[in-house]
C-alpha cells in the first residue's frame, strides 16, 4: 500500500510555471506506475499524464502535450508535474494516482489515491 500527498498548487497566471508534487510513503513507491489527474468543478476525473515504474515512459493527454512535464525521482519516493499553464482550462483539482503494472491513461485502474491539489489560472 502507498499514501500519496500532493503539493504546490496555487494561483498561477496564464503564461506561467507550478511544479506540483507527490510524495509517497513506504518502500515500494518504485514499483508503482504514476499518474496526474485532474477535476474541475462538476466534471469527472480527467487524465493528464502518467509514467512507468522506472521514469523510462511517459504518456500525456493530448490538451497538456508539449506544456506539461511528468517526471519521478525514486530515491526521494516523489513525483513531479511541471506545469506551463496557458489556459483557463488548466485551473483544476490536481490528483496523484498510483498503480500497480502498466501505466495508463484510465482513472479507475489507480488504486491509490491523493486528496488533491488546487491549481487556479489567472487571465
Known amino acids: 500500500q502507498v499514501q500519496l500527498v500532493e503539493s504546490g498548487g496555487g494561483l498561477v497566471q496564464a503564461g506561467g510555471s507550478l511544479r506540483l508534487s507527490c510524495a509517497a510513503s513506504?518502500?515500494?513507491?518504485?514499483?508503482?506506475?504514476m499518474g496526474w489527474f485532474r477535476q474541475a468543478p462538476g466534471k469527472e476525473h480527467e487524465f493528464v499524464a502518467t509514467?512507468?515504474?522506472?521514469?523510462?515512459?511517459?504518456y500525456y493527454a493530448d490538451s497538456v502535450k508539449g506544456r506539461f512535464t511528468i517526471s519521478r525521482d525514486n530515491v526521494k519516493n516523489t513525483m513531479y508535474l511541471q506545469m506551463n499553464t496557458r489556459i483557463a482550462e488548466d485551473t483544476s483539482v490536481y490528483y496523484c494516482?498510483?498503480?500497480?503494472?502498466?501505466?495508463?491513461?484510465?482513472?479507475?485502474?489507480?488504486?491509490?489515491w491523493g486528496r488533491g491539489t488546487q491549481v487556479t489560472v489567472s487571465l
Open positions: 494516482a498510483a498503480k500497480r503494472g502498466a501505466y495508463r491513461d484510465l482513472p479507475l485502474s489507480y488504486a491509490y
Open positions: 513506504g518502500r515500494t513507491f518504485s514499483t508503482y506506475a
Open positions: 509514467i512507468t515504474a522506472s521514469g523510462g515512459h511517459t
